[in-house]
């Protein structure tokens, strides 16, 4: 890190990325809203996805990633689950 970025930080200037997380929770909160389905419900289906998957396959939970999207009136489940492995003899 050089010296511009370490004041940039410093004073707050992130370049955007506390922008784009606040954008992107917004949108998860818009698409919750319209779908009515509470954080609790897709934390539950998250921690769900995570027990079934993790009888098959070792995934790195700290950087699974669950959101729902919606576009054109459709509703997408999309889950990134980083695998480090697969169990053998599951």
Sequence with gaps: MNLLEFL???FGRDNGASKDVAKERLRLVLVHDRVNISPQVVEALKEDLISVINKYMEID???LEVSLN???GTMALVANIPV???RRGA
């Design 8 to 10: 940039n930080r410093f």
């Design 61 to 63: 939970q700290a950087s």
């Design 70 to 72: 919606s576009s054109d």
């Design 84 to 86: 480090l492995g697969i």
